[in-house]
Structures are given as structure tokens and as C-alpha cells.
């Protein structure tokens, strides 16, 4: 778990805000990604990713307020995520990471965890 105040330390929402936008923005445009989301409409899985992610860095809990207890495994059950998904998605991720003025430390930290939680997701591996 992170420490309580990375939220505050990187920018809080603002930080959040732009980095999930320009990661939805490279989801839009990705043959591998775009299909998977269930919705036409990317705004709503936006949010639940951007709340998600707040309150995983000690931002709001308005993500468990709303959505309940995370279970990102089970709740990605019903995509198939192998290698192919994994790599497409953290491409989207460096995308949206990149697109913010982190310090080292801190980008290193927030990377290290979304590749580490990037690999937890996978439920194919072909
Ligand atoms: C939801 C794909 C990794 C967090 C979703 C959805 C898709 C998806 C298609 C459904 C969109 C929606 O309606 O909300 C993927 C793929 C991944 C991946 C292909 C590749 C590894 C991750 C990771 C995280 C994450 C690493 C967390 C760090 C979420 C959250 C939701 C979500 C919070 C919404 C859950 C809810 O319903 O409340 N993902 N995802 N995903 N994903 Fe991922």
C-alpha cells in the first residue's frame, strides 16, 4: 500500500484527472482495447478507473462509496487479457503517465504498481 499522501504529494485530482483522460484517449484509438469496453460511451468506465486509482493513492473513497469493494480480478473476468491486452493497455498507461510532470520517485513508484497490477490481471496467456 502506498503512503497516505502520494495523492496530495503528485497534484491530487487534477494529476489523477489528466493522467487517466489521456489514457482513455489512447484506449479510444487502439484496435486491441477499443473492443473489449462494453459501452459505447468510454466516459462512465472513465470515471470508475479515475476513482479507482484516487482512492488507491489515498485520494477520496468515493470509488468504494459507489462501486463497492474493488475485486478487479473477478470484475476483469469477463475480458480475455492476455500478453497481447496486458502490453496494449500499459502502452495507453506510459501514454497517460507520461503526460504529467512527476518526480522520478514518484513516477517510479506508480509505474512499478501498474505493471505489477497490469500482470495480476491477465487471466490468458495467448
Ligand atoms: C474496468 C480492461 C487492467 C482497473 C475495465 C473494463 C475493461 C478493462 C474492458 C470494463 C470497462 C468498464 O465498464 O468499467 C482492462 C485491460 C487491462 C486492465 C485489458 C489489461 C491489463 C487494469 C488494471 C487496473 C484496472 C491494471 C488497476 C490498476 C479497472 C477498474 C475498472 C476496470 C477500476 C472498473 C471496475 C468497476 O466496474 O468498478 N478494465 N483492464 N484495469 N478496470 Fe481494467
Known sequence: TPPENFYEAVGGYETFHKIVARFYEE?????VLRPMYPEE???PAEERFRLFLMQYWGGPHTYSDTRGHPRLRMRHGPFVIGPV???AWLRCMKVG????DLSPEHRQQLWAYLEMAANSMMNAWV
Open 27 to 31: 484506449v479510444a484509438a487502439d484496435p
Open 41 to 43: 460511451d468510454l466516459g
Open 85 to 87: 491486452e496486458r502490453d
Open 97 to 100: 503517465v507520461d503526460s504529467v
